[in-house]
């Protein structure tokens, strides 16, 4: 047997390998729902660290609750237009 013949198959470049589950596409659009809104309430710098950072009123990274599911997107929508809502004096 040749050494061609021993080694293993060449992975193309551009094919990147699948060590994670895919996102559940519903999951996928929450996701972009709640970066949108973040980005545009919020903007960028302010909306990256809210949904990166652990929020004590939500009970952990807003981000990770927005996509975990729909009851969870909720809150953070509601949380994100409290930061933006003006205090009344």
């Known amino acids: 047997m040749t050494e ?7 992975r193309s470049a551009f094919q990147p ?3 994670m589950k895919r996102m ?8 972009g729902r709640i ?3 973040a980005w ?11 949904l990166n950072g652990h929020d004590e009123a939500l ?10 599911s729909e009851h969870g997107l909720e809150a953070v ?3 994100i237009e409290a930061l933006v809502a003006p205090t009344s004096p």
């Open 17 to 19: 390998r699948r060590t």
């Open 35 to 37: 970066t949108l809104l």
């Open 4 to 10: 061609e013949a021993k080694a293993p198959p060449r």
């Open 77 to 79: 929508e509601r949380a």
């Open 24 to 31: 559940e596409p519903t999951a996928a659009e929450r996701q």
């Open 40 to 50: 545009n309430r919020l903007g960028g710098d302010r909306a990256i660290a809210f």
């Open 59 to 68: 009970g952990g990274r807003p981000l990770d609750l927005a996509v975990a």
